[in-house]
């Protein structure tokens, strides 16, 4: 195999790794959606604030347990496997699993047994049966990291794909389930039995990749076999520090926004009560911003995060091989598949903000009206969101793990500064809590954006990553907004919702191809691609 052909099976890996994440993702995000979207209605503003009460702290536990190691194992794993070496490279799965297995049983202990603390501390001891519902999910979620970190680094993101979606479908199944039959017995007791659903889910997500890593054992032990290979002599102790050194800034740095988000809880409920709203009412604005804004941002979030997976292990191989010429491709084109996903999700959001939110929440429409300028704030938060996730992921690639640490502490300190002063302005109120974030958002970006010109020197063309995209997702907004208009007094909102992002949809996928923000060629790359790129090379011509 040449040198041509090997570097371009090398770029098809990449973005065939990140389309079956990314597919896995819309997945997932279309059944969570499923999922918030009737339990916000069953429960309402004063439930999901319960509900989302247990997240932050969840979450900050779950990226304690598992943000940096897997990446530290899907790198580890993946230089082994690149020597040959796949005994060493499975020794580097045993010994994750079982430290995982220590650090997803104490993360699960405190959380559960430490909860009535966290929700006093919240002013929300109604939360209390909601943050130990999800407890032990912490453990199986840490399991399934282990799996998912060795099948990464082996270059097979299959196995994450489908743990992933039988993880969300049976919480989504539990969850809603529980939530209906539990409603009876109050809305903290509801929320609980939604919180439930994520430990439902995590073990039918751990039941199902542990399956596909016992059906491919009889393969492993062939390449091991095969290759010859023998141990090393690095100890078990070795192995851990090394994972440690690789795990810690990204675990750090992962950390420091679920952090902030407690933070931010205590902030807003108490920067509310402070300018005089109850303490009822200000549960509600957090519940219309964390429960009903908020999850909207996170279907491009995970879009990305496919992206930036995918892209860790191709950056740092190109820099190991010191082949920058594949390094600045890769990081050129991950910026700009960023921009291309992220520019519409914000845009649209923003343009069609309330008529999504009243279509999303039929039953709750007060609640609704009220969150959708919290939508169209946050919404401009996915563009530059999405680009510190990339741009995170070639940072990590590169041996710069630090600097997105330091840079998202940086931008953290901007949020609760402006969370803290904008909240307790009466006229702004819960919006200060939104615009917060974006300011986070977009000083982080910044920050990363120079850094990765600094140490890769790429060259990024500011009319083909930012321009062209902006262009094409100027002209869908203003054909969304139009279609919407001249249609709701005639089909009602839901209809007219739901046919100005399909309006809105198409113009976008037309004017990237006329403006060729993404070429035929690129298209080629993804799995069955050919099709697609000879459609699309009619719209370039």
Known sequence: MGANETR????????????????????????GAFFRIPLANIIGA????????????????????????????????????????????HRVFKVSFLLLLIIGTLSSSILYFGADA??????????????????????????????????QGTQNMKPTACSQIFEQLFRVAV?????????????????????????????????????????????????????????SGESSGRILVRIFIIALPITIGAAIMPLMNMIDLQIVMNRLVDIGY??????????????????????????????????????????????MEFLRFNVSTGLRTAMIIAMPCAFGMMTLSEPIMLLLYPLEKASAVSAAPLLFILALGIIFLSGI??????????????????????????????TFYLTGVESINVKGAAIGTVATYIVTFLLNLAAVKKYTKADFSAGQVFLRPLISVLAMSVCAWGAHRLIVGVLGNSLATLLAVAVGGIVYIVMIFATKTITPQELSMLPKGDKIAKLAGKFGK
């Open 8 to 31: 371009e099976v090398k770029k098809k890996s990449f973005l065939q790794g990140a389309a079956i994440l990314a597919g896995a993702a819309v997945l997932i995000k279309l059944m």
């Open 46 to 89: 004063v439930g999901m604030g319960y509900y989302q009460t247990a997240y932050p702290i969840y979450n900050l536990f779950l990226t304690i347990s598992t943000a940096g190691i897997p990446v530290a194992i899907s790198r580890m794993v993946a230089e082994r496997c690149a020597e040959g070496n796949h005994y060493e490279a």
């Open 118 to 151: 966290y929700a006093k501390s919240a002013n929300m001891d109604e939360a209390v049966l909601a943050i130990r519902a999800i407890a032990p999910a912490l453990l199986l979620v840490s399991l399934m990291a282990a799996f998912r970190g060795y099948f």
């Open 175 to 231: 969850g809603l389930t529980l939530a209906i039959v539990l409603a009876k017995k109050g809305l903290e007791v509801a929320a609980a039995g939604a919180s439930f659903g994520a430990t439902a889910g995590s073990a039918f997500g751990l039941l199902v990749i542990a399956l596909i890593y016992l059906l491919h054992k009889k393969a492993i032990a062939q390449k091991i076999r095969r290759s010859g290979s023998k141990s």
């Open 278 to 323: 109850t303490s009822e009412s200000a549960q509600a604005m957090y519940g219309e911003l964390s429960g009903f804004a908020a999850p909207l941002i996170n279907l491009p979030q995970v879009l990305i995060q496919a992206i930036a997976i995918s892209l860790v292990p191709t950056i740092a191989a190109a820099h190991q091989r010191r082949d």
């Open 389 to 418: 996730q990339t741009l995170t992921g070639i940072l990590q690639g590169i041996g710069k793990q630090n600097i997105p640490v330091r840079n998202l502490f940086i931008g953290a300190l901007v949020k609760v500064a402006c």
